[in-house]
């Protein structure tokens, strides 16, 4: 194997390892959701014409399970590695910031997709969502898990200590994932907080995807595909130049 891949190998083993973890645990979170929300809530809301509440739910749980578990995935990795002093073996090697993105940013798309194939196998049999449009599932997904994986190693980067990448993670990914319409249709709000919601890029990730499902979304899926596009881009631009300077791993 080449020296990324052997990298891209590392992290994914290491996730794989703790499967119990790091992809059990976040399956049954969703089915807990699922189990609550479906069943309060599947008589009470209505979407879409032709679509349950709880069939709504499902594209919704699963995007925001491959979303957090991709960040979670590099984020962890670096901040741990830092903390225990085990990343110099890693600046002792030849490997390039390039070779470092595509290993964590790669290790990360790899945890979400996990996570995300492991919620939809289960909370499937609550919902049994149709599949209109795959290659948009799979367009979404992969840039979803991808902009969170970069986000995670911008955000691993960046902190020094647990309790500032669980600050990053509660007070940004957690209300950015939960306020972008994983539980409901920005169209049942107030009309300020619709134009709120079209300012969270997590939301066209989730609407995007579950256009795959239904054919019907809250805005085109073309538009949302542009704005996924480019946060990938920026965000991945901004990891990418972070590993080339060695922000915070370098003296």
Known sequence: MTGWTTLLYKEVLRFWKVGFQTVAAPVLTAVLYMLIFGHIL???VKVYDSVSYTAFLVPGLVMMSVLQNAFANS???LIQSKITGNLVFLLLTPL????????????SVARGLAVGLGVFAVTAWFGQPSFVAPQW?????????GILGA??????LWAEKFDQMAAFQNFVIMPMTFLSGVFYSIHSLPAFWQDVSHLNPFFYMIDGFRYGFFGVSDVSPWLS?????TALLVVSA???RLLRIG?????
Not at 151 to 156: E, M
């Open 225 to 229: 595909l542009g704005i996924v596009g």
């Open 238 to 240: 901004i990891a990418v």
């Open 137 to 145: 599932i799979i367009v979404f997904a992969v840039l979803g898990a």
């Open 75 to 77: 984020s962890s990795s």
């Open 151 to 156: 986000l995670g190693i911008i955000a691993g």
């Open 42 to 44: 599947q008589d009470r």
């Open 96 to 107: 390039s910031h390039w070779s470092w993105f595509f290993a964590y940013a790669g290790a």
């Open 247 to 251: 922000y915070k791993i370098r003296g």
